[in-house]
């Protein structure tokens, strides 16, 4: 998604004047004193799923003008089929088998084997081409039943019931181009999905302000699909998430109430918000704890599972940066002792709620130690694995909720060090201690992201999305690798792994040589889906004291 920057709320005389509005009801300020009619200020759906499709032309324009090589490249490339201007009688028709021959991920902990017979008219559309692969490699994979907290495994039923030409089709496919443009072969994806992506945004516009439409799965289902695809975008492009569609998704929900939030796929939805939510406020360091009270309420009792308490849980800590960020990055003036204080004790009270969660997990989601690496060749295996390391899950999926456990308590271990080592303590002090203890734990939650790292990348180091015949993973020494995790951990397990290396990375005191290797791997995450590297990796949520004494 191309940010066009922040939307103004502000009344429409004020920003056609381009001056301040106070936002004042039912008229502002400038239109009173200037005996002006105010107009009012636009709704805030309106604001968050606006057109942004002049936006997105002015700056591929820019581009274009900038670099003349894109032009000249892109008039020596073969352009693909395009459908997405035809209409409804000449497009093909829904893309899948009745939903009695596969089996619903609302209903079922599993998938059946999913066999398609593609007529020729489909398989010339690369768009419908991305969908097959998006669906194939990405929703309909087998998961842990624990470990759902997100709205993949209840997009098929509803996609099966849209229309074609629906809100829901034109989000599903920006979603699957964008992340089919990942390889080299298909970069041009990712440019014909912005069509697609333009066209959704429009009609989920229209979709929200409907009374009727505004309630239904499939219209939050799109909107969800919409912020992941800026996601994707965000990411391999090296931009900021501007988040606009988590909050239009918060207000969506609430608009649906609870009454229209009872059925299964639905409360799946409401998770999947909270998630992306929760994300986006660490992230950002915004607090969720207003947020996470509306939620909590709409989200039926019954409905909880390992994956979910989680993410209730790390909600705290968005609100602990909201706290402590601006005490600890305060260059006008210095932190009190009090204040230093209380962010290690609030630390403290969100670390001692999120370490009960390992406790609750299934016992299937322990992991174990594979040896399967070692008959990879010896500088193979220091390249692929750390300390000759790596640990098999269930499946990439639980792998991911484990990390970004690890994630999050390494966050919080940050900012306890950060304001420890302004406090200066004694040696051999209680403060102390607790520096000491912090870094023996950050030393043990990067180790297991380490170790977690060949279970998704396993020998890969090119080649996009796709699974490589060629391309080596642990095992569990009993049973070979399933082709469904394979395909699951080409195409998913380096979008699973970047952030959390990306924390690990700017951990203190590590063992000689971690760091650096560390950062080879999301290079070469980098490497595989073609994401840019940013220029100047944001590290101000990211305290990095010194480390008293070293580590060997």
């Known amino acids: 998604m191309v940010y066009g920057g922040k939307p103004s709320t502000g009344c429409k005389n004020c920003r056609k004047r381009k001056i301040k509005c106070d936002e004042q009801r039912p008229a502002c300020t400038q239109c009173t004193a200037t005996a002006r009619i105010c107009p009012g200020y636009a709704h805030l759906f309106d604001l968050v799923l606006r057109d942004q499709t002049e936006s997105v032309t002015r700056k591929a324009q820019q581009r274009r003008r900038r670099d ?26 829904r893309r899948f088998p009745p939903s009695s021959h596969i089996a619903s991920p609302a209903n079922s902990g599993h998938f059946q084997a999913l066999q398609l017979q593609l007529p020729k008219s489909f398989q010339d559309q690369p768009e419908d081409l991305a969908v097959n692969a998006f669906f194939h490699n990405y929703v309909l994979i087998p998961r842990h039943p624990y470990s759902r907290r997100g709205y993949l495994d209840c ?94 998704a918060v207000a969506l929900v609430k608009h649906r109430g609870k009454e229209n939030g009872k059925s299964e796929v639905s409360a799946r939805l409401l998770l999947a918000v909270q998630t992306q939510v929760v994300d986006h406020c660490i992230q950002t360091a915004a607090p969720f704890g207003k947020t996470s009270a509306d939620l ?59 370490i009960t969660w390992p406790g609750s997990v299934p016992d299937d989601w322990r992991w174990r130690t594979s040896h399967t690496f070692d008959n990879l060749p010896s500088h193979e295996r220091r390249l692929y694995t750390w300390d000759h390391r790596a640990d098999v899950y269930h499946d990439i999926w ?29 040696p051999l002090s209680r403060l102390a201690l607790k520096i000491v203890t912090a870094i023996n734990r950050v030393q043990e939650l990067v180790d297991d992201i380490c170790g977690s790292v060949p279970f998704n990348l396993g020998s890969k180091t090119f080649g996009g999305p796709s699974d490589r015949r060629e391309v080596q993973y642990p095992d569990d020494g ?37 760091q650096e290797w560390i950062l080879k791997q999301i290079e070469r995450i980098q490497r595989i889906y073609t994401i840019k590297k940013p220029i100047d990796e944001p590290t101000s949520e990211m305290p990095s004291p010194s480390c008293p004494g070293g580590r060997g």
Not at 406 to 416: A, D, E, F, H, P
């Open 68 to 93: 003349p090589a894109t032009v000249k490249a892109t008039a020596n490339q073969p352009k693909p089929a395009v459908t997405a201007g035809l209409s409804g009688s000449q497009r093909p028709t």
């Open 478 to 514: 009993m049973t070979k690798p399933s082709s469904d995790y394979r395909k699951s951990a080409a195409g998913l397990g380096g979008w699973f792994m970047l952030e959390p290396l990306k924390i690990a990375a700017k951990a203190i005191c590590l063992r000689d040589g971690q």
């Open 296 to 354: 909590d309420t709409l989200r039926p009792d019954t409905f909880e599972n390992a994956a979910s308490r989680l993410t209730s849980l790390s909600a705290r800590l968005s609100d602990l940066m909201a706290y402590a960020n601006p005490i600890l990055f305060n260059f006008k003036q210095s932190p009190s002792e009090q204040q230093l204080m209380s962010i290690v004790d609030y630390a403290g009270e969100v670390e001692g709620r999120l």
């Open 398 to 426: 639980v792998a991911s909720i484990w990390n970004s456990y690890r994630g999050t308590m390494l966050k919080i271990q940050y900012m306890t060090l950060q304001a420890l080592g302004m406090l200066n303590p004694r």
């Open 155 to 248: 997009l098929l039923p509803l996609y099966q019931n849209s229309r074609h030409d629906s809100v829901l089709s034109l989000a599903t496919t920006a979603m699957a181009l964008a992340i089919e443009g990942g390889s080299p072969s298909t970069a041009h994806y990712r440019q014909l999905s912005h069509s697609f992506f333009g066209r959704a945004l429009v009609m989920t516009g229209r979709a929200i302000r409907d009374p009727v439409e505004s309630v239904k799965d499939e219209t939050l289902m799109s909107v969800l699909l919409l912020s992941f695809y800026e996601r994707v975008l965000a990411t391999s492009e090296a931009k900021q998430i501007s988040g606009v569609h988590d909050t239009g």
